[in-house]
């Protein structure tokens, strides 16, 4: 660091001058012109020196400030994470105990404790696409089923029974052919002759 003297122009000028002659005048000039430049350049020295020093407290300054901003998120971050893997004798003492009136479903819902909030959020995206999917599904099977039922009952059903007509009409047919049949037979069996038995 640069120690300033206290050189200054007043003090160079206060100084007794013995009666100056021209020669001395002029090597009092000079001096004095030596001893203005020397404060110039001492002030100039000086204040680079100042400037210097608060520029560096400046940069200490927000470096410590840094410093402590990530050391207080940091001890967040740490903070955080202890409270949502902290563990006290209390809860210890939970898990050796069981609870016999607790539900699946009571046991279900302390899992969200365990699982990440992205995790259930994921399942619970996956979930909600199922159960839309599921709906949509159920529904457009449905119609689907009920176009086809009230289809196969509205033009079924009168087909069947006019098929069902049907043959009962040709089961008729042909037995009125059997009985014509059968009474041709019957007409033309007496016109022939039997022979005759004797005794």
Do not use: C, H
Not at 60 to 73: A, C, G, H, L, N
Request: a negative charge; charged letters at 35%; hydrophobic letters at 40%.
């Amino acid at each position: 660091m640069v120690q300033i003297t206290d050189i200054s122009e007043e003090n160079v000028l206060q100084q007794p001058v013995a009666e100056e002659t021209p020669v001395e005048d002029n090597f009092v000039a000079e001096q004095a012109a030596a001893a203005e430049e020397a404060v110039e350049e001492l002030a100039e020295a000086e204040a680079e020196a100042v400037a210097e020093a608060v520029a560096e407290a400046v940069a200490e300054e927000e470096e410590e400030e840094e410093e402590e901003e990530e050391d207080e998120d940091e001890e967040d971050e740490n903070e955080d994470e202890e409270e949502a893997y902290a563990t006290t004798d209390d809860e210890d003492e939970d898990f050796d105990y069981f609870d016999e009136d607790e539900s699946l479903l009571d046991r279900i819902r302390a899992l969200k404790d365990i699982v990440p909030p992205q995790t259930r959020a994921q399942f619970s995206s996956f979930f909600d696409i199922t159960r839309n999917f599921s709906k949509i599904a159920f529904s457009k099977t449905s119609s689907f089923t009920w176009a086809i039922t009230t289809s196969a009952l509205l033009l079924g059903v009168p087909l069947s029974l006019t098929i069902l007509a049907e043959q009962q009409l040709v089961e008729m047919e042909k037995q009125f052919q059997l009985q014509g049949d059968a009474g041709d037979l019957l007409a033309a069996a007496p016109a022939e002759e039997k022979p005759a038995i004797t005794v």
